[in-house]
């Protein structure tokens, strides 16, 4: 049994480092071919505040240590339009061409102040909306920078985006360094999101991914001991995907922040390879990102939609952005101008409105079952 579990641990880690970390972790280049306006489909201006410390290398901008205090950034980066929905375009070598690329330019660093002037303005520009993206572990802050563009032009989200990156080391066997650095942030998190609702947003809306997720939780936790926890009722819609967060503590975490007064959405997905490996890091305990337990989860207030019939990458643990489908979805919601539910049968109501929409968007066929507080909803989609 020991035996076997190490080939697991070898075997999902190889997995995990093939996947994230084959390209260089520089987010500018010192070199950029020019590209014609029509090659470029969009420009996206990310706002950032991290627990990284400032990078050696100027090009990488932000490293994998951890800095003492919040730091504030922006990033422009532009999306090729020979982009395809759940993609992320990245290039392999050191030279940049936007029309083939993600490409980020024009980094500006902030103080505090100036940070929170810039997103104001930019907050009153799109009507009061704003999003904070919470990336997961084995994170570096480029792909950071890349993932939160990719969801923000793959949805259609137009609101002020936010970055929140905390300190991972971007290496997998950095499991342990990861942790400690996401519970290290969550006081940062929790001002940061304090930060965008003072800055005159009217809807706050929150993605975490991966070990992201403890973050969040941590973050929200504090906010509702604080007695503030749907930030002056601009909280909005908190999506938690693939959380990387042991079952019995996200427990705890849901009874001490309470029933959200609107529903959380997690997705979770039952063949999540790297949450596998976190489960074996852990001492073999369930994550949520891949309970087995919908219905228990969503008593606590979520819907919780199970993505285990989508397809997604070789460790299915990016299917809600990487599925064009999916990634349109949380678009759609996002878009959604309206009140929150007041009870549980218009949750039910509100998911049934969102999901008539899967068979129009997503490409193969499967079965997604949505588990709401009242109810559960098997729906056949795709050709």
Known sequence: MRLRMLLQLAAIGFLLSGCINHRTSELLTETTRPAAPAAVAAKHEIFVATTRARSKDRLEVFGGARAPLTDFASVNVTVPAIHKVGQIERRRGRV???????????????SEPAFAKALREDIRKNDGRALVFIHGYNTAFDSAIYRATQIVHDAGYAGTPVLFSWASGAKTVDYVYDTNSATAARDSLEATLRMVADAGATRVDVIAHSMGNWVTMEALRQLAISNDKTLGGKLGDVVLASPDIDIDVFKTQMARYGKPKKPF???????????????????????????????????????????????????????????????????????????????????????????????????????????????VLRIAVGQ
């Open 96 to 110: 940049g061409d936007a029309s083939r690329y993600f490409t980020a330019s024009d980094v500006s660093v902030y």
């Open 265 to 375: 959405l997690i997705m979770l997905s039952d063949d999540d390879r790297a949450l596998r490996f976190s489960k074996i890091l852990a001492g073999d305990t369930p994550r949520v990102g891949d309970y087995s337990n919908a219905a228990e989860i969503a008593k606590y207030g979520a819907v919780v939609i199970d993505l285990t019939q989508l397809k997604g990458d070789r460790l299915n643990h990016t299917k809600f952005a990487d599925n064009p489908g999916m990634i349109k979805l949380i678009g759609e919601g996002l878009r959604n101008e309206a009140k929150t539910p007041e009870n549980e049968r218009q949750v039910t109501e509100r998911v049934n409105q969102l999901t008539a929409n899967f068979g129009k968007t997503l490409t193969s066929a499967a079965d997604i079952v949505v588990t709401t507080p009242i109810n």
